[in-house]
Nanobody, 125 residues
Framework: QVQLVESGGGLVQTGGSLRLSCAAS????????MAWFRQVSGKEREFVAG????????YYADSVKGRFTTSRDNAKNTVYLQMNSLKPDDTAVYYC??????????????????WGQGTQVTVSA
């Protein structure tokens, strides 16, 4: 069993930055790929970024490429999402997810075994 807890969401103005954290506990190890998704009420959950737990390879949705960076600290079992140049369209609930033996390029929510509770990010115009 794996537990994921996100933090770091909040309200920020257009052009601002936020850093989200995802603390993982339980049976988490290098077999898990980690990812970030986001969801706006009434819409499907959208892939944002994925990172391999083993070799640090990261992948991004086109909509965030060049603005968002995901990284991880194995010693702390924590994954981060640094979000810069935020836009109102980035407003959503952001979720951390884990996939056992998954691929960081997997953009389907169904491919992930564990999810955090989500953290709200609101970008004002």
């Amino acid at each position: 069993q794996v537990q994921l807890v996100e933090s770091g969401g909040g309200l920020v103005q257009t052009g601002g930055s936020l850093r989200l954290s995802c603390a993982a506990s339980g049976r988490i190890d290098s077999s898990y790929t980690m990812a970030w998704f986001r969801q706006v009420s009434g819409k499907e959950r959208e892939f944002v970024a994925g990172i391999s737990w083993l070799d640090f390879t990261a992948y991004y949705a086109d909509s965030v490429k060049g603005r968002f960076t995901t990284s991880r600290d194995n010693a702390k079992n924590t994954v981060y999402l640094q979000m810069n140049s935020l836009k109102p369209d980035d407003t959503a609930v952001y979720y951390c997810a884990a996939a056992w033996h998954g691929r960081p390029t997997n953009k389907s929510p169904g491919g992930y075994n564990y999810w955090g509770q989500g953290t709200q990010v609101t970008v004002s115009a």
